[in-house]
């Protein structure tokens, strides 16, 4: 399978850093976030988490939940959150069959002439409907765009809402102006 815009996202179970089991489903009435990364502490993994946690605000205020994925243990993921401070979610994916698997981002990659198998960094957002909405395929961390692409395009959503809600006289001009202008609520 492939990612596909607006097709349902697979709900294939996770693990939290606490043991507990986490499903897309578990999201399904609120946007979301998933970013798959290669190895936790690692330096550009850590930059994106890093990154990803600074954001976690604005995203919770578009109404969207973060979720980082990768097929490192509960344990290592929750010194990860320990060591750096994250504020975003981090679930561990199946070592088989596992959602990165289902979505064909768990894929074989090569380096120095050796092949292996690897997440190819990748970043979902997924409508509250539960299907996907926008894929960023083949994440570079450096790219200063590549964490600002989600949240530029949850806030865009959101402003078009507040503008259609307003031309729909469901809104004053002053509290859609005051939406627009803090992009600090998410009007879905």
Not at 14 to 40: H, I, M, N
Not at 54 to 63: D, I, K, S, T, Y
Not at 71 to 81: A, E, G, L, V, Y
Request: net charge positive; with cysteine; glycine share 10%.
């Amino acid at each position: 399978m492939t990612l596909t815009v607006g097709e349902p996202l697979p709900d294939i179970a996770l693990t939290s850093p606490d043991g507990e089991t986490v499903r897309p489903a578990d999201f399904v009435g609120k946007k979301l976030v998933l970013f798959f990364y290669p190895k936790d502490d690692t330096p550009g993994c850590t930059t994106e988490n890093k990154d990803f946690s600074a954001l976690a605000p604005r995203f919770a205020n578009a109404g969207t939940v973060l979720l980082g994925v990768s097929k490192d243990s509960p344990q290592k993921h929750q010194r990860f959150i320990d060591k750096h401070g994250l504020a975003a979610p981090l679930a561990t994916d199946a070592e088989t069959g596992g959602l990165s698997d289902a979505l064909g981002i768990w894929t074989e990659k090569s380096m120095y002439g050796r092949t292996y198998m690897g997440m190819e960094r990748t970043t979902v957002l997924v409508g509250s409907d539960g299907k996907v909405a926008r894929v960023w395929n083949k994440v570079k961390v450096k790219d200063a765009t590549k964490l600002q692409s989600p949240v530029l395009f949850v806030f865009e959503g959101a402003l078009a809402e507040g503008k259609r809600m307003f031309s729909e006289g469901r809104y004053t001009k002053q509290i859609a102006t005051q939406q627009t202008v803090n992009n600090n609520v998410y009007l879905g």
